[in-house]
């Protein structure tokens, strides 16, 4: 599984960005997919999640402004990010729960977008 995020880029506060993040699957599912961000000299934040029903969680910090969805048949999902703030500002990675399941049994992994960045100026 190879995982492309794109749809970063530089806005002011209160604009908004649509980040993708589209997988390429030869074999197996994609369960999960999580979007985190990481800002300079921060730990890593779990942002948003979407499982392959489209059910959906959210950090407190972006309920209400930050959508994420998913589009199965096109193995790509998406971040919609309204009403964007300066403490937006970080690289935002997708990161996907994959399993396949094989005779001899389930195999599972994660796999991990290369970033994207994000920067909203005040």
């Known amino acids: 599984v190879q995982l492309q995020a794109s749809g970063g880029g530089l806005v002011h506060a209160g604009e908004s960005l649509r980040l993708s993040c589209a997988a390429s699957v030869s074999a197996g599912k994609i369960n999960v997919v999580e979007w985190y961000r990481q800002a300079p000299g921060k730990q890593r934040e779990l942002v948003a999640t979407?499982?392959?029903?489209?059910?959906?969680t959210y950090a407190d910090s972006v309920k209400g402004r930050f959508t994420t969805a998913r589009d199965n048949a096109r193995n790509t999902a998406y971040l919609q990010m309204n009403s964007l703030k300066p403490e937006d500002t970080a690289v935002y990675y997708c990161?996907?729960?994959?399993?396949?399941?094989?005779?001899?049994?389930?195999?599972?992994?994660?796999?991990w977008g290369q970033g994207t960045q994000v920067t909203v100026s005040s």
């Open positions: 979407v499982n392959s029903g489209g059910r959906t």
């Open positions: 990161a996907a729960d994959w399993s396949d399941i094989r005779p001899d049994g389930t195999e599972v992994a994660r796999f």
